[in-house]
Structure formats: structure tokens, C-alpha cells
């Protein structure tokens, strides 16, 4: 159990002791902390059920919390509010108790599993800055949760369905007529063959057939025909399909890898096609298809919605599944192959109504049981300093490479080239522009959009992450300093600033719950970055490895090494990566 609340039942006992019971009890951290630390206001509660003065109550209390040892400065203010705060020695027994163990002041949730999808990236398409703050949120969503007790999985969910697939074989087609996988006389494995096509042809072959769909209506059918022929597994088209998959999975996974993004489950839209006869057959047999100018589509307005809910298109009039029909049948088969509690689908809020749609359509048909929680936890834009969309210089779609380069190019002016061997520069400086990004996109709340400004976000000082990593370096170095030295616990901690970093460390359970609950990251972030500034201000005021106190130097040790373990462990969850050096 976290420490405050053990000291909220602690403090109960002690109410009781005084004459009194309450149900709940509040300790309110105080903003007038020349009086306390914390602010008691049960009696008041306390006068109205007992028809007792105010004052005289928290008298009472007062005097059986003075008998406490981890109380000191305790005092009634105005009516009947008390103020107290924690004796030295609590907050030393405190730091000791979560150097030894920090799960010992975290408060694990009931088990659950759950499912998220957060990962979206479209096969033969680079990423683009959409997807970065999925991969960012959504794995920080999902080691959250697994730290806090959930059993997680995360499925990348890649776009590998559909037209753009089909127009990209198409293009291939047309550059290759000869290629093996269009001649209906190879007789050969097609696992075999290597294909004279990169990652980079792909991300420029998309665009080009894309764009002559657009021009040329003969060449749109053309792709229709070629997507129908893959959707039906048919030779050659379908193999050349899976090559395609193949080498753009690859550079994917090399992306997502760069931005310390794990997937458990590497499914994607393709792999919930199998479930779409079975999905089609619970719509149709509960009545719920409606032919539509020859496509069929599922009516999902009601009664009280304020706005209109327009009907989900389930099959296409050229008998093709839609982008919303994968997700239905994704939610049967993650339903069959995983059972989960809860769905969660952590994407960008313009695609809100598709989940609405989706999630109503899932309800009608009863594809999962009631209890299943379905959420699409949705965020706003990264934008360019014109409050738009951010774009590339020349208002294109910016990949998500090129802008991890853009924030790099800024981090590589800041690596010290004292302590950074020039070889190991690069990768440097690429974790710290990862660190940069991702901590500016956890700082507003997730529904909030934001202005990229890549030097603010690479600033070694400020709310940036570069500089968490920094001063997290700093701690492990001093902690290496003094490993000579015999450092087991803390016994005294006579500083306001190190009394500062006890209070915030006995906030890190709330800050983690609240996290959970409002799926952002924005309170774990700002955390991070006062706790880390308390810290910064102690290491400035005290010189730990000249100490000569050697009570005092044990006890800045093991503050050092808590604060760092707990820096480390949110950090983490972050997904942001600690270099040795930077
Ligand atoms: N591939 C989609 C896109 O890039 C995102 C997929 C989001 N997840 C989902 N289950 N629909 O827009």
C-alpha cells in the first residue's frame, strides 16, 4: 500500500483515539507550508455529526497526534484546521522504504487485461507525425498500466488492407511487367524470389499511383480489380502482396524501434479478413444489414443523439470490406484469441466518429459481451507554428524520419563532445531527440494540440526533456562516484530541499493513478520535471562527495539513489531511453 494513504489510516486510528470515528479522512498537501505540510479539515465534519465546537475537536486530535513521532509542528489554524507535517525521522524511514523497494509506495490495480491498439502504421507508406504521437501516448498508456498490476498487449495493427495496397501492386505491375508474380505460367516459389524494389521505392510508389488513381479513372479500376485479387489470395497478386508487406514491416518495425515502441502483437488489418465471413453472418442474421445502392451499410442512429450518427458502410458495393469493417472483425478476433477485459484504441481524435460508429456497431451486433469496455482514447495535433497541422517546409506531409532528423539535428549541438566519443555521437544524439519529442508531447494534456518548436524542445534547461536526461545522468554519475563509499540508509535529512523531495516522492502513487485514469501523461511528466528540479536544487546547495559528515553523506546518497530509481522508473514508462552519456 502507497504511504500516504497507510498514513491516512493511520491518522484515522488516531482521530479515534481521540473520541472520534470518520468514515474518510483527507490529508490536503498545505499551500501555506510555514504552517504545516498538510492540512487535516475533518473537523469541521467531525463538529457537525458530533454537535461539538470545531476548535475544541482538532484540540483533542492535536493532542493525540503530538504522541506521534512522525508528526511535528502541529497546529490549529482558523476554525478548526490542522496543520501538521512529517518529523525527520519519518521522512528518513520514507526514503529508506522506497530505495528498498518502490512498489512498496505504489498502489496496484485490480489484474485486467487489455488490449491496446496504438500503432496504425500503413504498409508501403512511410510514418508520418500522426503516428508518432499513437506510438508515444499509447506505449506509455500501456507501460503504465502494466506497472500499475494490468496484463497488456500491445498490436501494432498495421494498415496492410485495401485499395493503397492494390494501387501499389498495380504500379509494380506496371514498372515490372515481367516480374515472375505476373506471369500465370511461373510455376516456382514465389517465397524465393527477391524483389528489385527497396522501402524507399515503396514510400515513392504509393504517392505516384496515388496520384494517377486520382488523374485516371481506367487506372483506379484497374487497382480495384488488383485489391480484389489479393483480398482473394489469388497467385502471384496475393504473393507479391506479402513481399510488399515484407519489406515495408521491416523499416516499420526499425522506426518503431527508434522510438523505444514494443509491440506484443504484429497483427494487421489483413489478418481480421478471415473473421469477416463470420462477422458478416452475426450482422446479417441479426438484421442489422440494409443494401444500400448495392453496398450494404448499418443504420446506427438513435433517439437521442444531438448530432447524426451517420450509418457504418460494411460491405463496398464492389464487394470489398471497408476500413470500418476491419475494425469490426479485428474486435471478434481479438475477442476469440484473447478474451480482454477492455479495448483500448489510442488514435488521433479525427477519426472520433469512425469509433463511435464502430463501437456502436459492436453493441448492436453484441460482438462482445456488455462488460467489455471499448475506449478510444483520442489526441489533438502536433502543429507548425501556424497553428495548422505541422507540415514539411513545402506544406507536404512530414514522415516521420525526417522530422525525428529535424529534432536531431538540434540535440547533435548539444552533445558535449568531452564525454560523447565521436562515434557514438550519432546514436546519442538520436535518444536524446527521442527524449526531446516525446516529453514535449506528453507535457499537455493528450487532447490538447501543440506548436512544434524544436529548440525549445531541445533545450538543455526547462521543462524539455533533455534536460531530465541530463540531470538523471548526473545522479547515476555521482551515485558511480560514490560507490566507494558505504551508503545503506538514510538517517538524517535536516534540509527544506531535501524535505521537498520526500513530499514528492510520497506523491508518486497519485500521480500514477491519476495518470491511468485520464489515459494522459501530462501529470508523470510534470512530475518528473519538479521532482527533478527539486533534486537539482539540492545537488547545487550540498556538496555530497566532500561531506564530511558522514551520517549526512550516507543519507544524500540514498536520497540520490531514490530519486534516480524513480526518475529511471517513469522515465521508462515514458519510453524514453537514459543514454550513458550525452
Ligand atoms: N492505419 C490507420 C491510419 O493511418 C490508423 C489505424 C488506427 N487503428 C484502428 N484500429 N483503426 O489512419
Redesign the pocket.
Known sequence: MSILKELINDLKENVKKAGYEVETLAIEPSNRRDLGEYQLNDAMQLARTYHENPREIATKIAAVLETDDRFENINIAGPGFINISLSEKYATEIINRMNQDLFSNIDKKEKKKVII?Y????VAKALHV??LR?ANIGEAIKRLAKTLGYEVLGDA???DYGRPLGLVVLEIQKMYPELPYFDPDYSGNFEELTLPITNEDLEKIYPLASQKAKEDEAYLEEGRIVTTKIQKHERGYYDLWKKVVEISKEDIKKVYDMLHTEFELWLG?SDAAAYFDELYKIFDSKGLLVDSQGAKIVELSEEEDKAPIPPLLFVKSNGTMS?ET??LA?ILQRKKDFNPDEMW?V??NR?GL?FEQIFRATRKAQLVDDKVALEHIGFGTMNGKDGKPFKTRDGGVMSLKGLIELVKEETLKRINPETVPEDEKDSVATDVAIAALKYADFLPYRETDYVFEVEKFADLEGKTGPYLLYSTIRMKSLLKKAEGIDAKEAKVLPGETEKNIVLTLLELPNVLNKSLESRSLNDIAEYLFNLTSYYNKFYAENKVLTEENKDLQESWIVLTETVYKVNSMLLDILGIKVPEKM
Open positions: 491498439d500503432g496504425g502504421a500503413n500522426g503516428h499513437s495493427h498495421l494498415g488489418e476500413y476491419t475494425d479485428t484504441y488514435v488521433d477519426q469512425h
